[in-house]
Every structure is written in structure tokens, then in C-alpha cells.
């Protein structure tokens, strides 16, 4: 072979973008080979072996371990490439749809934490807000008023878990809702379910455990601090229904964590929006009470 149409170890790794180890390996270890070594003991690669090497190189960057490359290549033939082709295709198909629901969860987390250049805490608001699907936890008022809080929190963990178990999560606010009856009385503590905002289909969740909260108009404050001293927040929005008496409340209030504990290590920085819904959105949304 003429020295013109071959490359020594060096240039070879060097045109292929690795090292001369990463080919000392892979010839040791009977995954891919010089196309001849010369009298001088010097290994020799070919030019047409360049995208040969490219393509192993690749296969391994797509997750196929070192044994599944020399096992192929060890009886490497035209069926056999155009199998190991379709399931690395298979595979990359999978690993695409997995990067696209991490990127839809990085995007919503910004776009709520964008939220808060334009909100000013401790005011009561109208804003308008989009239509949102939510998942609802099973009720947890009976057990919020027989202050059986072990049973609320078995509530939330199967909620938290039959959320991720179907890829649900989408990176959008967890929160609560109370029933109106509860707020005007002043017990929003005693809470009726807790629900997580999802950018999914709801084709397969259970119709009592998922509903549409409409776009519409709602009553908002947002909170700075603890947010389990919110009492504050919702005396105000009932303040100002007291004054408002044309403004009528919808079925529930929503209160979500814009800022929580993955945001801030303090939580007197923790930021709460609590919405209730101003008619005509109360009777498109009221979920089944068990």
C-alpha cells in the first residue's frame, strides 16, 4: 500500500478526534484493528477506515457497551447492521422524547419563576389568568377537620408518586385548593385537595382526578414568607369581596408556590399566589368530594 493512501496511529487519531489510546484499546481489545502493521512493528490505518471507526464511535456515544460493539463486529454483516441500526433508532427515539420532557420541565420552572419580576406581594389584584389542566390528590377535607394530618400527607406522597410514575410532572406549580364556604369563614386551613398544574394530555387520568381550571378572570394576592402562614393573604382577598359585594367568588381557591424551598434555603423568601376565581368560572371546574 502506498504511504500516501495510509495514516500511522497518530495521524489516524488525530483525523478521527481521539487520542492513540482510545485505538490501542480498541485494537487490544478485538473491536477494531490497524488495516495492517508494517515491518516496523508501526500500525497503519487505511483512509476508508475512517468512517468505519466514526460510526463505532458514534454507537458507543449512544449508549452500546463495548462488548455489544466487538459481538457485532465479530460477525458484523448487512442484516446485522440494519438490526443494530433499528434499535439504536429505537433507542435514540426514546432518549429524544426523555430530553423533551426535561426541556418542557426546565421551561415551565423559568417561565414561573419569570412571574416574579412583575408581581408586587401584599396586594389584592384582578388578573387574567390562561386555561390550565390540573391533577387533583383524593379529598383531604374530612381528615383536615378530624386533624388527621398522617392521612393528609399519605394524600400528597400518592399524589407526588402517581405523578411522576406516568410523567405528569411537567414542571409547573403544586398547590392546594379550599373550598369558598371555607374561605369566606375564615378556615382556608381546612384544605379539599391538593392539585398539580400539568401541560400533559388528561386523556388517561382518571376523569375524578383531573379537570380544566378555565381562563377567566381571578382575585389574586401574592404572598412573601412561610407558606404555611398565609392567613393574612387570605383575609385581605376576603376583605376586598366584603367591599366588592358585585365581585362573586368561584367554587375554590388556588394557592401555588412560585418560590419555594428549591428556589431559596429561606423561606421568609418563598413567594405564594393564591387566586380565587370570579364568576361566571364557578361551575366549570368543581371536582367530585368524596
Same mark, same amino acid.
Given at each position: 500500500?502506498?504511504?500516501? &493512501?495510509?495514516?500511522?496511529?497518530?495521524?489516524?487519531?488525530?483525523?478521527?478526534?481521539?487520542?492513540?489510546?482510545?485505538?490501542?484499546?480498541?485494537?487490544? =481489545?478485538?473491536?477494531?484493528?490497524?488495516?495492517?502493521?508494517?515491518?516496523?512493528?508501526?500500525?497503519?490505518?487505511?483512509?476508508? =477506515?475512517?468512517?468505519?471507526?466514526?460510526? +463505532?464511535?458514534?454507537?458507543?456515544?449512544?449508549?452500546?457497551?463495548?462488548?455489544? +460493539?466487538?459481538?457485532?463486529?465479530?460477525?458484523?454483516?448487512?442484516?446485522?447492521?440494519?438490526? #443494530?441500526?433499528?434499535?439504536?433508532?429505537?433507542? &435514540?427515539?426514546? !432518549?429524544?422524547?426523555?430530553?423533551?420532557?426535561?426541556?418542557?420541565?426546565?421551561?415551565? =420552572?423559568?417561565?414561573?419563576? %419569570?412571574?416574579?419580576?412583575?408581581?408586587?406581594?401584599? !396586594?389584592?389584584?384582578?388578573?387574567?389568568?390562561?386555561?390550565?389542566?390540573?391533577?387533583?390528590?383524593?379529598?383531604?377535607?374530612?381528615?383536615?377537620?378530624?386533624?388527621?394530618?398522617?392521612?393528609?400527607?399519605?394524600?400528597?406522597?400518592?399524589?407526588?408518586?402517581?405523578?411522576?410514575?406516568?410523567? &405528569?410532572?411537567?414542571?409547573?406549580?403544586?398547590?392546594?385548593?379550599? %373550598?369558598? !364556604?371555607?374561605? #369566606?369563614?375564615?378556615?382556608?386551613?381546612?384544605?379539599?385537595?391538593?392539585?398539580?398544574?400539568?401541560?400533559?394530555?388528561?386523556?388517561?387520568?382518571?376523569?375524578?382526578?383531573?379537570?380544566?381550571?378555565?381562563?377567566?378572570?381571578?382575585?389574586?394576592?401574592?404572598?412573601?414568607?412561610?407558606?404555611?402562614?398565609?392567613?393574612?393573604?387570605?383575609?385581605?382577598?376576603?376583605?376586598?369581596? #366584603?367591599?366588592?359585594?358585585?365581585?362573586?367568588?368561584? %367554587?375554590?381557591?388556588?394557592?401555588?408556590?412560585?418560590?419555594?424551598? &428549591?428556589?431559596?434555603?429561606?423561606?421568609?423568601?418563598? +413567594?405564594?399566589?393564591?387566586?380565587?376565581?370570579?364568576?361566571?368560572?364557578?361551575?366549570?371546574?368543581?371536582?367530585?368530594? !368524596?
Amino acid at each position: 500500500m502506498e504511504r500516501g &493512501l495510509s495514516f500511522h496511529t497518530g495521524e489516524f487519531a488525530k483525523l478521527c478526534g481521539v487520542n492513540k489510546r482510545t485505538l490501542h484499546y480498541y485494537d487490544e =481489545q478485538g473491536i477494531f484493528s490497524p488495516d495492517h502493521v508494517g515491518e516496523n512493528g508501526y500500525r497503519y490505518y487505511s483512509v476508508r =477506515q475512517c468512517y468505519p471507526f466514526i460510526m +463505532i464511535r458514534m454507537l458507543r456515544q449512544m449508549g452500546l457497551d463495548l462488548s455489544e +460493539i466487538k459481538e457485532y463486529m465479530e460477525h458484523r454483516s448487512p442484516a446485522g447492521l440494519e438490526k #443494530l441500526l433499528a434499535e439504536q433508532e429505537t433507542w &435514540l427515539d426514546e !432518549e429524544i422524547c426523555k430530553l423533551q420532557y426535561m426541556k418542557e420541565i426546565v421551561r415551565n =420552572q423559568r417561565h414561573t419563576l %419569570a412571574l416574579v419580576k412583575n408581581i408586587r406581594c401584599g !396586594e389584592v389584584v384582578i388578573e387574567k389568568w390562561p386555561a390550565a389542566k390540573l391533577i387533583y390528590s383524593r379529598s383531604v377535607r374530612k381528615f383536615m377537620l378530624q386533624g388527621n394530618q398522617g392521612s393528609v400527607e399519605r394524600i400528597i406522597m400518592e399524589h407526588m408518586r402517581y405523578m411522576l410514575e406516568h410523567n &405528569l410532572t411537567t414542571g409547573t406549580a403544586f398547590g392546594a385548593m379550599a %373550598a369558598k !364556604e371555607d374561605i #369566606l369563614q375564615g378556615h382556608e386551613h381546612i384544605l379539599t385537595r391538593f392539585f398539580t398544574v400539568t401541560t400533559k394530555s388528561l386523556q388517561n387520568v382518571p376523569a375524578e382526578f383531573c379537570a380544566v381550571r378555565p381562563a377567566g378572570s381571578y382575585l389574586v394576592t401574592y404572598f412573601s414568607g412561610d407558606y404555611m402562614a398565609t392567613h393574612a393573604s387570605y383575609q385581605k382577598l376576603r376583605q376586598y369581596l #366584603l367591599s366588592h359585594p358585585d365581585l362573586q367568588a368561584g %367554587a375554590f381557591s388556588y394557592e401555588e408556590s412560585i418560590i419555594e424551598d &428549591l428556589g431559596t434555603a429561606n423561606p421568609s423568601e418563598y +413567594i405564594t399566589r393564591i387566586g380565587i376565581p370570579l364568576l361566571p368560572s364557578e361551575n366549570n371546574m368543581k371536582p367530585r368530594e !368524596e
